[in-house]
């Protein structure tokens, strides 16, 4: 996790300073107690986000629902190609999916071998 840390923290000294890359956008910032300011939220803030889109092994544990009233629920997954009437078979599979609560199955079970699930992004924001 410390690679993806620290490619965040690049990314995010390019996008501040974007003609400079992340080394020389720490010999920018004057005094160490700056660097360490800025170099420390950029690395916190991809700790962050690191955290926040986490894939979960359906070994680990499968969806739980809210409350009671839910049915299903969409979640992005990542699983196997099993259909043998297929060509795609064995192939790797990426897409969202729907996950019903009662008999704790996704709706493309059939067809794919799903192996983790993670939580949909929260929609964009209007303006």
């Known amino acids: 996790m410390t690679k993806e840390i620290e490619l ?5 000294a390019k996008a501040r300073y974007p003609q400079t890359d992340y080394m020389t956008f720490l010999d920018i910032v004057n005094s160490d107690t ?4 800025y170099e420390t939220g950029f690395k916190d803030c991809a700790q962050w986000m690191a955290t926040r889109n986490r ?11 809210e409350n009671r009233t839910i049915i299903s629920k ?11 009437f297929s060509n795609l078979k064995g192939m790797p599979y990426c ?3 729907r996950f019903f609560y ?4 996704w709706s493309e079970s059939k067809r794919i071998n799903i192996t983790h699930w ?10």
Do not use: H, M, N
């Open 55 to 65: 894939w979960v092994s359906v070994d680990e544990r499968l969806p739980e629902p």
């Open 34 to 37: 700056d660097r360490l300011i």
């Open 102 to 105: 009662a008999s704790k199955r």
């Open 8 to 12: 965040v923290a690049e990314v995010g």
């Open 95 to 97: 897409d969202t999916c």
């Open 118 to 127: 993670q939580e949909l992004p929260s929609p964009p924001q209007e303006k």
């Open 74 to 84: 969409s979640f992005i997954v990542y699983g196997i190609w099993t259909d043998p």
